[in-house]
Every structure is written in structure tokens, then in C-alpha cells.
């Protein structure tokens, strides 16, 4: 027993003897993960007088050999290493957003963003797939060496936001006798999508019966959210109220903002327009264009110059003319004297808006004054004040020219204008352009 242990010691012995004095650390064959740091494990030499030459791209996948040789004793010695560098780690794909995404019942997807990157493989964005299955989107990226990577993102199609509905107008509204019943309409949005042309109106108003109506609206999105609003309808014995909004002093920065809601309104209105500078030319275009009235006010809005006599008023009158027709082709007929006809602004030129306005009329042209002012020529004035001011100015059951103002200075009266339509179309009111045929409205002359 004790023989057999002396023997395993001697033989560790010799084997210790006989190691080679100059060996590799680390096995011969080394399997290394591309993307990742090598370091060679080194050697074993008495006086490490060792060159290690062959190159090594830890990067690139591929079979690698290093030499290492040593110079002793005026022999040389050489080792190798194989070193394969492998590529085993698949691609990382990492998503932006939920893993589950809520989408609309119909939408078409929207990717809210998709990263791949791999340690090798620097062409990994050209190999990735996005697939649609069903309420799947699978992303797929397989890497130059064949490693693949899967995510799923899960679609839960459903729309739990009921779509917004308001009316235009009020909740009630009268309709005069045989006029024709003018919906005002409604506004919708949805989170879904455009429900505009999905409201159903309902209705049987008549307006040649006296009696309570009512006017039912009713929209369903694609999740099956359904919103239903009414509007109470009264056809009373009264006679129809019309009106025309009159806009002095524009175009200017505010215009685009009363184009906008008369727009939404679906009503035409007539613009005086002045002459200060080109940059708004593209807003009376658009105005004609949508089906304003464009009439003349002044070019200069100098009253100390249009009203010294009756030659400086025709060509400051020409001047916008001309101006109005470069622009839009319209010789327009229409006009309105700075000031009013009845103004006294022109006092220091006794007798003047008499000769003027009897040569207008003579040349042709149909001029107009209000009877609503809604008070926006004092900028000191709200919106609100505006709009209830133009409010009481209304008198149902006949003609209204309301005079307002879309100059530069006249921001509250774009606010207010919608508050005004409000109040109007929930009247019935029947809201016209001025033209040629529309009976004029006219001040007395007060010089
Ligand atoms: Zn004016």
C-alpha cells in the first residue's frame, strides 16, 4: 500500500520534468463569441523572447490562427493557436411603446418605433421584417450568420372614446313661419377618425304648422360608441329676419380668422376692403373665392384727403376700384363712405357728403350704412361686449346690416363672431351676401 503511493509521487515527478519549457496558456483551440473583447491567454517562456504574429478581427466571424515563436538558444520554436471566432448571439430588437398596443377598430397601424442591433452584424436594419398577423405585428431579424431573433407586439382593436358632439347654434331655436327651417348644424370630432359625414339628422319640422319640434343628431364611431343630441325647434309666427354682416376696414391678419368661421358656418358675408399694403392681397382672393362680397370703402382712409372735394373723393374711390379689380377681376358697384354716409367727420367740408353721394349714385354705384353697429371700433371693447352688443342691435323680422370690422386692430371681432353666428342661425336668420339686388340701407345725409 504504501509502495503504490511512493510510485504515483515519482511518476508526477517525471511528468513535472518533461513539461516543455515553452508552452501556450490556455487550450490551442480556443472558441470565442464575435462582438467580444479577445485576449490571448499568453504563453509560457523562460526569458519570454516570444513574437506572437497572426491577425485577429474579434468582430468578424471566421477561423484565425496565431504563431507564436520563440528564439533560444539559436533555435527556433513555434506554436499555434486556432482561434474561431463564432457568432452565436442573435440580433436585439427592442420596441418603443407598450408591448400591447390600443388601437382604433379600423385604423391602418402606426408603428410607434422599432430598434435592431446586433454585435457583428452592422447591416441587421436592412434584415429586419414587420410582419401584420391578425392583431400581431411579428418583427423578425435573422443576422449574417443565421441567428434569428422574433418579437410580437399584440394590437387590442377597440375604440372605448366616445366621439364629441356639439351643436352650432343653441338648443333651441325658432323658425318663422314659412321660412325655410336652415339647420345650423353641428361640430363632431372622434378619436378614431373623421365622423363628419356620419352624423344621422332627424327631424320633422314644419314650418308652415306652428308647434315644437325637435331635431335629433346621432353619431356612431367604429367601436360602436353612440352619442345622440337634440335640439328643441319652435316655428312661431313672426316674419323671417335677414341679415348682412358687413366687415369695414380689412383685409388684414384678423380676416383669415372671420374667413375661417364663416367657413365653418357655411355663411357669406360682404368685406369693405381699404387699401394699406399688399401683404393680404391673398386674403381677399380667398374671400372672393368663397364666395364673399367684396365692396369698396377707401384706398387711402384718409378723411382730411377723400372728403376736401369731390375730384379727391372719386380717385380715392378709383384707387381702391382698381385695385380691387387687379386683383380679383370684379369691378364691384358696392361701397360704403368711410365714415357712413351721415358722418360729420367731414364737417370742414360743408356740403360734401351730399355732392358726393348723389354722384355715386349718378356713376351707378350702390352704397350701404348699417342699421346694428356692434360697437368694435373702440378697441378698448371685448368679444363678448361685441357680440352682445351686435345681439340687441338684431330686430327680428327684418332687414339687418350689421356693421364690424376686420382691420388690424379689430382681433376681439373675430372672437366674437361666432358667439353673433351662434345667436343667428339659432333665429333662423337668413344670412346673405349684399349684391346689387339687395335693398340698400342708408343713412341720413348729415352734411
Ligand atoms: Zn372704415
Given at each position: 500500500?504504501?509502495?503504490?503511493?511512493?510510485?504515483?509521487?515519482?511518476?508526477?515527478?517525471?511528468?513535472?520534468?518533461?513539461?516543455?519549457?515553452?508552452?501556450?496558456?490556455?487550450?490551442?483551440?480556443?472558441?470565442?463569441?464575435?462582438?467580444?473583447?479577445?485576449?490571448?491567454?499568453?504563453?509560457?517562456?523562460?526569458?519570454?523572447?516570444?513574437?506572437?504574429?497572426?491577425?485577429?478581427?474579434?468582430?468578424?466571424?471566421?477561423?484565425?490562427?496565431l504563431t507564436y515563436?520563440?528564439?533560444?538558444?539559436?533555435?527556433?520554436?513555434?506554436?499555434?493557436?486556432?482561434?474561431?471566432?463564432?457568432?452565436?448571439?442573435?440580433?436585439?430588437?427592442?420596441?418603443?411603446?407598450?408591448?400591447?398596443?390600443?388601437?382604433?377598430?379600423?385604423?391602418?397601424?402606426?408603428?410607434?418605433?422599432?430598434?435592431?442591433?446586433?454585435?457583428?452584424?452592422?447591416?441587421?436594419?436592412?434584415?429586419?421584417?414587420?410582419?401584420?398577423?391578425?392583431?400581431?405585428?411579428?418583427?423578425?431579424?435573422?443576422?449574417?450568420?443565421?441567428?434569428?431573433?422574433?418579437?410580437?407586439?399584440?394590437?387590442?382593436?377597440?375604440?372605448?372614446?366616445?366621439?364629441?358632439?356639439?351643436?352650432?347654434?343653441?338648443?333651441?331655436?325658432?323658425?318663422?313661419?314659412?321660412?325655410?327651417?336652415?339647420?345650423?348644424?353641428?361640430?363632431?370630432?372622434?378619436?378614431?377618425?373623421?365622423?363628419?359625414?356620419?352624423?344621422?339628422?332627424?327631424?320633422?319640422?314644419?314650418?308652415?304648422?306652428?308647434?315644437?319640434?325637435?331635431?335629433?343628431?346621432?353619431?356612431?364611431?367604429?367601436?360602436?360608441?353612440?352619442?345622440?343630441?337634440?335640439?328643441?325647434?319652435?316655428?312661431?309666427?313672426?316674419?323671417?329676419?335677414?341679415?348682412?354682416?358687413?366687415?369695414?376696414?380689412?383685409?388684414?391678419?384678423?380676416?383669415?380668422?372671420?374667413?375661417?368661421?364663416?367657413?365653418?358656418?357655411?355663411?357669406?358675408?360682404?368685406?369693405?376692403?381699404?387699401?394699406?399694403?399688399?401683404?393680404?392681397?391673398?386674403?381677399?382672393?380667398?374671400?372672393?373665392?368663397?364666395?364673399?362680397?367684396?365692396?369698396?370703402?377707401?384706398?387711402?382712409?384718409?378723411?382730411?384727403?377723400?372728403?376736401?372735394?369731390?375730384?379727391?373723393?372719386?380717385?380715392?374711390?378709383?384707387?381702391?376700384?382698381?385695385?380691387?379689380?387687379?386683383?380679383?377681376?370684379?369691378?364691384?358697384?358696392?361701397?360704403?363712405?368711410?365714415?357712413?354716409?351721415?358722418?360729420?367727420?367731414?364737417?370742414?367740408?360743408?356740403?360734401?357728403?351730399?355732392?358726393v353721394t348723389a354722384?355715386?349714385?349718378?356713376?351707378?354705384?350702390?352704397?350701404?350704412?348699417?342699421?346694428?353697429?356692434?360697437?368694435?371700433g373702440n378697441s378698448?371693447?371685448?368679444?363678448?361686449?361685441?357680440?352682445?352688443?351686435?345681439?340687441?342691435?338684431?330686430?327680428?323680422?327684418?332687414?339687418?346690416?350689421?356693421?364690424?370690422?376686420?382691420?388690424?386692430?379689430?382681433?376681439?371681432?373675430?372672437?366674437?363672431?361666432?358667439?353673433?353666428?351662434?345667436?343667428?342661425?339659432?333665429?333662423?336668420?337668413?344670412?346673405?351676401?349684399?349684391?346689387?339686388?339687395?335693398?340698400?340701407?342708408?343713412?341720413?345725409?348729415?352734411?
Amino acid at each position: 500500500m504504501k509502495l503504490r503511493w511512493i510510485g504515483l509521487v515519482m511518476l508526477l515527478m517525471v511528468l513535472g520534468a518533461c513539461q516543455d519549457p515553452f508552452r501556450l496558456k490556455g487550450s490551442a483551440t480556443i472558441l470565442h463569441e464575435a462582438g467580444t473583447p479577445f485576449t490571448d491567454p499568453g504563453f509560457v517562456a523562460p526569458d519570454n523572447q516570444v513574437t506572437v504574429s497572426g491577425s485577429l478581427d474579434p468582430m468578424v466571424p471566421g477561423t484565425y490562427t496565431l504563431t507564436y515563436t520563440w528564439e533560444h538558444d539559436e533555435k527556433t520554436t513555434s506554436l499555434t493557436r486556432t482561434v474561431r471566432v463564432l457568432d452565436r448571439t442573435p440580433p436585439e430588437i427592442t420596441l418603443d411603446g407598450d408591448l400591447t398596443q390600443v388601437v382604433c377598430p379600423l385604423a391602418p397601424y402606426a408603428e410607434p418605433g422599432i430598434h435592431v442591433s446586433d454585435a457583428v452584424d452592422s447591416e441587421i436594419a436592412r434584415r429586419l421584417r414587420i410582419r401584420l398577423e391578425g392583431n400581431s405585428v411579428v418583427y423578425t431579424a435573422t443576422d449574417a450568420s443565421g441567428n434569428t431573433s422574433t418579437v410580437v407586439r399584440t394590437l387590442l382593436r377597440q375604440d372605448l372614446q366616445a366621439p364629441v358632439l356639439s351643436l352650432k347654434g343653441y338648443e333651441t331655436m325658432d323658425v318663422p313661419l314659412n321660412a325655410s327651417f336652415r339647420d345650423p348644424g353641428y361640430r363632431v370630432s372622434d378619436n378614431c377618425g373623421d365622423l363628419s359625414d356620419r352624423v344621422v339628422v332627424d327631424h320633422n319640422v314644419d314650418p308652415t304648422t306652428i308647434g315644437d319640434y325637435t331635431v335629433t343628431y346621432t353619431v356612431t364611431d367604429d367601436g360602436g360608441n353612440t352619442v345622440t343630441l337634440t335640439r328643441d325647434v319652435t316655428v312661431i309666427d313672426e316674419a323671417e329676419t335677414i341679415v348682412y354682416l358687413t366687415f369695414d376696414d380689412g383685409p388684414s391678419l384678423n380676416t383669415e380668422t372671420v374667413l375661417d368661421v364663416l367657413a365653418d358656418y357655411g355663411v357669406k358675408a360682404t368685406f369693405f376692403v381699404v387699401k394699406r399694403s399688399s401683404r393680404y392681397d391673398e386674403t381677399l382672393i380667398r374671400a372672393v373665392q368663397e364666395g364673399h362680397t367684396i365692396g369698396l370703402h377707401t384706398y387711402s382712409h384718409d378723411y382730411d384727403r377723400i372728403y376736401s372735394s369731390v375730384d379727391a373723393y372719386l380717385s380715392d374711390l378709383q384707387g381702391i376700384s382698381d385695385h380691387v379689380y387687379s386683383l380679383t377681376g370684379i369691378r364691384s358697384m358696392i361701397l360704403r363712405f368711410p365714415g357712413g354716409s351721415s358722418n360729420r367727420i367731414s364737417d370742414f367740408n360743408p356740403g360734401i357728403m351730399t355732392k358726393v353721394t348723389a354722384k355715386v349714385n349718378a356713376l351707378g354705384y350702390h352704397y350701404f350704412d348699417w342699421n346694428v353697429s356692434s360697437g368694435d371700433g373702440n378697441s378698448t371693447n371685448t368679444a363678448e361686449f361685441i357680440a352682445h352688443r351686435t345681439i340687441l342691435g338684431i330686430k327680428r323680422g327684418r332687414v339687418n346690416v350689421v356693421l364690424l370690422h376686420d382691420g388690424g386692430g379689430s382681433a376681439e371681432t373675430a372672437v366674437a363672431l361666432p358667439l353673433i353666428l351662434d345667436y343667428l342661425v339659432s333665429i333662423n336668420a337668413l344670412i346673405l351676401p349684399i349684391t346689387m339686388e339687395t335693398p340698400v340701407v342708408q343713412h341720413e345725409v348729415q352734411n
